[in-house]
């Protein structure tokens, strides 16, 4: 069985040495277990536990006090075609709420619709 790719270079031609997979390219050294934990630790989940993805239409589970306005987003809201991203904080979802605009929401008071 060949090992991985890189995840640093992507050079096809790594090698095992003992515990650890090497790149000859850029020397970049890994091991399989810290591989694996890193793509499951990149996966964006909503409150419920399904994971997220760019483009999802997700639905607000709680009401959201939103600074500098007087009302506030109510439960139930969809939101339409949202994006990832690594935001302020733990604000994780780049979107566009109808009747506010622009904003970023944390992942853990939505649900995926």
Known sequence: MNPPPCPSCACEYT??????????ECAYEWSPA?????ATEAQIKDAYGTVL???DTVTIIKDLKVKGQAQSIKVGTKVRNIRLVDGVGDHDIDC????F????????VVKKA
């Open 15 to 24: 090698y095992e040495m003992g515990e650890l997979i090497v790149c000859p």
């Open 53 to 55: 993805t760019d483009g």
């Open 34 to 38: 810290e591989a694996e934990a890193a």
């Open 96 to 99: 566009k709420v109808d009747g």
């Open 101 to 108: 605009g622009p904003m970023q929401l944390k992942s853990s």
